[in-house]
């Protein structure tokens, strides 16, 4: 089984309606983060947090919100999805300390029609 | 905004030859990361170099550190179609007493059979 999940893979949504994108890892990292990925811009940091009680605001956070509902759950929305949110998701997780590797989700690809 | 920009920003070469992928950056760095992304997935870890380190080996790569020049490069040597993919720099850098990974926008590698 994949160590960092992400549900759904794929979805599809309208305009002003309220979506979440959860994401789940038993790899036992205290630190996770949300990023989107747009054609020709890398990724950017949304969210991150590096442990349940520690929430930190990204490069671009507005418009996005997020929960840590456990060590191993962490969960993006949108509050009202607009087209300009379309984008691959990735979650990411890491140990804490220098080493800092990331271990990435296989994405989540939402279009905002 | 982006601190590690890659160059060039695509790539495409034979099997066998090597391909070279460079990333400079903008500020003071504890260390660089180089990502690769099958199409449309999750990131994946290869190379982790800290700033106190110039070069660093593992199996066909080699990551060279120039914190002089704020200065990266990926090689891959002899290159497999396998290799296809699109190769990212992340910089660590420490900011206001926490870390995160910067991504770059990427380069993208073709090895042609």
């Known amino acids: 089984d994949a160590d960092v999940t992400q549900t759904p893979r794929n979805r599809i949504t309208k305009t002003g309606k309220r979506i979440m994108l959860e994401c789940s890892q038993t790899?036992?990292?205290?630190?996770m983060y949300w990023y989107r990925q747009d054609p020709g811009l890398g990724l950017r940091l949304i969210y991150y947090s590096f442990d349940v009680k520690d929430i930190n605001k990204g490069e671009i956070s507005d418009g996005y919100s997020v929960s840590r509902q456990a060590q191993a759950k962490f969960s993006l929305s949108l509050e009202s999805a607009i087209p300009n949110q379309t984008a691959l998701y990735f979650c990411a997780t890491s140990l804490g300390g220098s080493s800092y590797e990331q271990y990435f989700g296989p994405g989540t690809r939402l279009t905002v029609t | 905004s982006q601190q590690g920009e890659e160059d060039p920003q695509a790539l495409s070469i034979q099997e066998g030859e090597n391909a070279t992928m460079n990333c400079s950056y903008k500020?003071?760095?504890?260390?660089l990361q180089w990502y690769r992304q099958n199409s449309g997935r999750g990131l994946v870890h290869l190379i982790l170099?800290?700033?106190?380190?110039r070069e660093k080996h593992s199996g066909r790569l080699r990551v060279t550190l120039d914190t002089s020049k704020k200065s990266s490069s990926l090689l891959i040597t002899a290159s497999r179609a396998a290799d296809t993919a699109s190769y990212f720099c992340a910089t660590h850098v420490r900011n206001s007493g926490y870390s995160t990974l910067t991504f770059g926008k990427g380069t993208m590698l073709l090895v042609s059979p």
């Open positions: 170099i800290r700033s106190n380190e």
């Open positions: 790899k036992g990292h205290d630190r």
């Open positions: 500020t003071s760095i504890n260390n």
